[in-house]
């Protein structure tokens, strides 16, 4: 069982940056895809943006595109969204999110999660 804890959130004024880490308990982390998802008050949780399991190949959602950079270090068991140019559209619960050998968008995919962490971008 894998798990996840988030740290980084906070607040921000508009077009400031922040960074996300989530770091992954177990042996095995470079065998799992690492994603951040984001829960708005009163909308799903939507997808952010993924890490495979391989390496190499990184997946964002347009809404974040050129603005966050997801990156993983495998011998900390961590990954990390550093968020620039940040929005009030982009004000959120960030989750991070694991699935061994997976690789999506959809939250049906991930069976691991962390509690999350608040992200506030003001106006």
């Known amino acids: 069982q894998v798990q996840l804890v988030e740290s980084g959130g906070g607040l921000v004024q508009a077009g400031g940056s922040l960074s996300l880490s989530c770091v992954a308990s177990?042996?095995?982390?470079?065998?799992?895809?690492m994603a951040w998802f984001r829960q708005a008050p009163g909308k799903e949780r939507e997808f952010v943006s993924a890490?495979?399991?391989?390496?190499?190949?990184?997946d964002y959602a347009d809404s974040v595109k050129g603005r966050f950079t997801i990156s993983r270090d495998n011998a900390k068991n961590t990954v990390y969204l550093q968020m620039n140019s940040l929005k009030p559209e982009d004000t959120a619960v960030y989750y991070c999110?694991?699935?061994?050998w997976g690789y999506g968008r959809a939250t049906g995919q991930y069976n691991h999660w962390g509690q999350g962490t608040q992200v506030t971008v003001s106006s």
């Open positions: 177990g042996r095995t982390f470079g065998r799992y895809t």
């Open positions: 890490s495979k399991w391989s390496g190499g190949s990184t």
């Open positions: 999110a694991a699935e061994f």
